[in-house]
């Protein structure tokens, strides 16, 4: 099997499913508990809590464990905009997002919220300026994410950052969840207040994540109950996943250091073959991109045609994000770089991991070529 799928989801590593059988099977007491059983539940949550805050170079009571992603970026958006309601009630993102920001904000504009969506370039970047140009003295919150999840560009969190010092109300959001461990982002130079990770991302496990909260910024909870996460995040911890989660966290980040130049020249070689090939527009920046993601179309093929094809083959790859993949819609990233529906209708996404390496890279494009070449004769009789 060739697994080019990895911005969807990641192998667990090993050592990763040994802590998670471990600290259930060993120290599955309940860290609110009372007794000391639980102590030793909650040592261990402090614990992965401090080294997370470590990895991530920011402080351990600035780290919030929510169940992934998805939670956190809700957690993010609509806990700053109940905090804030009083204040005002503008919100500025990008047509770049993830579902789970543009749904959040959907969500809050239908309870009387007003969002402006910052269109990116046709590199799929957007600008500090444009952003700038959209403040008011109602906007309480900006969400942008670091790495888009389709196309893989950078985002300029550093400069949007530098830019929203002088409007220090304004909150600041960035969903890392497609960049952690692959594209540095130091979250307090980049004045960052808020910042999601999600685990299953960088070979945790699925249904963990961590919310970053600038010290002294307020939100308001969206679990309400029990009171866990200093009253941010009701509910029984998952200590298991949050162990596991911190030693795929210094997992990837070790690897990042060890391995950052080998993703880089597969998916350099991926790029200029692909470039090579008749009928196929790579979408990805060649500049500004994550080491790990390319996009591209082929002309004339249904992305689900091609995803399909190379399946057979046993190399698994993606149509656009893995949670849209399913509708068939076209990517909504490349429409709102302003590439054409029938290009964007056949996009194709393939995401890397430090594991991946040059002979799968090799082996995939021949099956690309192959499979080009036999679609078109299938088309033509
Ligand atoms: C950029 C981005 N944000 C958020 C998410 C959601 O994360 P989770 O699957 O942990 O809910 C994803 C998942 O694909 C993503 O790519």
Known sequence: ??????????????????????????????????????????????????????????????????????????????????????????????????????????????????????APDKNGIVHAEDIEKEITPETILVSVMHVNNEIGSIQPIKEIGEMLKKHSRVVFHVDNVQGIGKVPLDLYQASVDLCTISAHKFHGLKGNGVLFIRDGLRLSPLLSGGNQEWKMRSGTENVAGIVAMAKALRLTINNMERRLSQILSIKRYIFEEMNKIEGITVHTPEKNSAPHIVNFSIEGFKAEVFVHALGERGIYISTTSACSSKKAAASSTLMAMGIPEKDAKSAVRISLSYDNTMEEAEVFIEAVKENVIRLREVMKS
């Open 1 to 118: 099997m060739i697994y080019f799928d990895n911005s969807a989801t990641t192998k667990p590593y090993k050592e990763v499913l040994e802590s998670f059988i471990k600290v259930s099977s060993e120290y599955f007491g309940n860290p609110s508990s009372l007794h000391g059983f639980g102590g030793k539940a909650e040592r261990l949550l402090m614990q992965a809590r401090e080294q997370i805050a470590h990895l991530l170079n920011v402080k351990h009571n600035e780290v919030y464990f929510t169940s992934g992603g998805t939670e956190s970026n809700n957690l993010a958006i609509k806990g700053t905009a109940l905090m804030h309601r009083k204040r005002g009630r503008h919100i500025i993102t990008t047509g770049l997002e993830h579902a789970s920001v543009k749904e959040a904000m959907d969500q809050l504009k239908e309870l009387g919220c007003s969002i402006s969506i910052i």
